[in-house]
């Protein structure tokens, strides 16, 4: 039996209407039709949580209608070729996990430091890539190098060169901050790193699903994403990267079914034979099929309309957004001007008003946004993706404007 009985009535227009036409060819208006997103709401939170399309929904419910109808939960094995390809690295290399903090826990966890190691993050972590580094010190005394983000790749370039010491052991910072949206030049510093023999281990909560990614060409050693911003996957799916020369560099600390090469444990005998040869070790158990086959198709989806043309509207979005926002007065642009340091978000604060002020004056005007309290920023998020639209942004600019 299939869902139809409790598929909502715009569940139709997913397999019906527009996608006659391949989503390479389609238009933005078209492709946001894909969105079951509320038209009469804009939202400006991609940053956050990014609402997925109808194939991706519907990959998900088939899922789940198959495996409580046969009971084959199955193994999401398969779709790490597809993920894996997506970021131009091995299927070996990619360990499934939940969420982006998953995969930062599995580095801050696993990485082999003694008390006194030096790590550098920046002033502008999310919780989920400060809290796991700050455990590590509490538990292991390793020492936090931090530094405040720039408004240049190159002067952030420097501002990491500049805390390197003999003691440091790795560089943990975003790919983009959740703060401003600030991009770091990981392929430079990750050069930089190698040479001194300091691992990268990047928070890419931001960098999957908005550039044309490749992860191998990125040059870094570690890459935590996730599935549920940028990729418009199903929540709670996310993923690692571990380049494959330092899967033993990083310990597995959490193991169960599949982590494994071989195991006894009998009366006779006890023994591991220790972990399998990929990063499926980060990961064990019971995983949900339907999430995954909403990975699949959220992959799918980007790769349909194509990875080049996501970032390039993408960049075309936030130029019209840090344009239109840089012409209202009184307000403090905080995100970088420079194209190579932003990408999808822009952050700003209006002189004289409250975070709470405004995301309330938006939220009635039905703008959803996301407020920055991290860092003492008491500014307002704008995190825009293809399903958004210049009108949208404009009625933005006329809702900034009157407050
Ligand atoms: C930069 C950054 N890192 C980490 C996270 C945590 O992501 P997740 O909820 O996937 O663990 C976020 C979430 O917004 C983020 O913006």
Redo the contacts with the bound molecule.
């Keep these: 039996m299939g869902l139809a009985w409790m598929a909502p009535a715009a569940w139709n227009s997913l397999e019906f209407p527009g996608l006659s036409i391949p989503l390479y060819q389609q238009s933005w208006d078209q492709i946001r039709l894909q969105f079951p997103l509320e038209k009469d709401r804009i939202y400006l939170n991609n940053?956050?949580f990014g609402p997925s399309p109808f194939p991706v929904l519907k990959a998900v419910q088939d899922s789940f209608d198959k495996t409580n109808r046969t009971g084959n939960y199955g193994n999401p094995g398969s779709g790490r070729e597809k993920i894996a390809e997506f970021f131009g690295v091995k299927s070996t290399e990619i360990s499934l996990t939940h969420?982006?903090?998953?995969g930062?826990n599995i580095m801050a966890q696993g990485l082999p430091f003694q008390a006194g190691d030096e790590v550098i993050v920046t002033t502008h972590?999310?919780?989920?890539?400060a809290i796991p580094w700050l455990n590590r010190m509490s538990l292991d005394g390793i020492v936090l190098r931090v530094f405040e983000p720039k408004d240049t790749q190159e002067e952030n370039f420097k501002a990491i060169k500049n805390l390197v010491s003999s003691r440091t052991k790795a560089i943990a910072i975003?790919h983009?901050?959740?703060t401003t949206g600030t991009v770091f030049p990981i392929r430079q510093i990750s050069e930089f790193a190698r040479k001194k023999g300091i691992w990268t281990a990047i928070?890419g909560?931001?960098g999957a699903g908005t550039f044309d990614l490749n992860l191998k060409d990125l040059g870094c050693d570690f890459y935590a994403g996730?599935f549920?911003?940028w990729m418009l996957g199903p929540n709670g799916s996310?993923f690692l990267y571990v380049r494959e020369n330092l899967l033993d560099s990083l310990q597995a600390i959490y193991v169960g079914a599949k982590s494994e090469k071989s195991w006894v444990l009998n009366e006779h005998e006890t023994s591991f034979g220790g972990y399998t040869d990929s990063a499926h070790r980060y990961d064990y158990g019971t995983q949900s099929t339907p999430l995954h086959e909403g990975v699949v198709a959220a992959v799918d989806f980007h790769q349909q309309i194509g990875k080049a043309r996501i970032e390039a509207r993408i960049r075309e979005l936030n130029n019209y957004l840090f344009d239109g926002l840089s012409s209202i007065g009184n307000l403090e642009i905080l995100t970088p001007k420079e194209q190579n340091s932003r990408l999808c978000v822009v952050t700003f604060r209006v002189q004289g008003k409250s975070l709470q002020e405004m995301t309330s004056s938006l939220g009635a005007n039905r703008i959803r946004v996301r407020g920055i309290h991290e860092a003492n920023l008491n500014a307002i998020r704008i995190s825009t993706h293809i399903y958004n639209s210049f009108d949208e942004l404009d009625r933005l600019f006329e809702s900034v404007s009157q407050i």
């Design positions: 940053g956050t969420n982006t903090t998953e930062i972590e999310h919780a989920g890539n975003p983009v901050t959740c928070d909560a931001h996730c549920h911003k996310g």
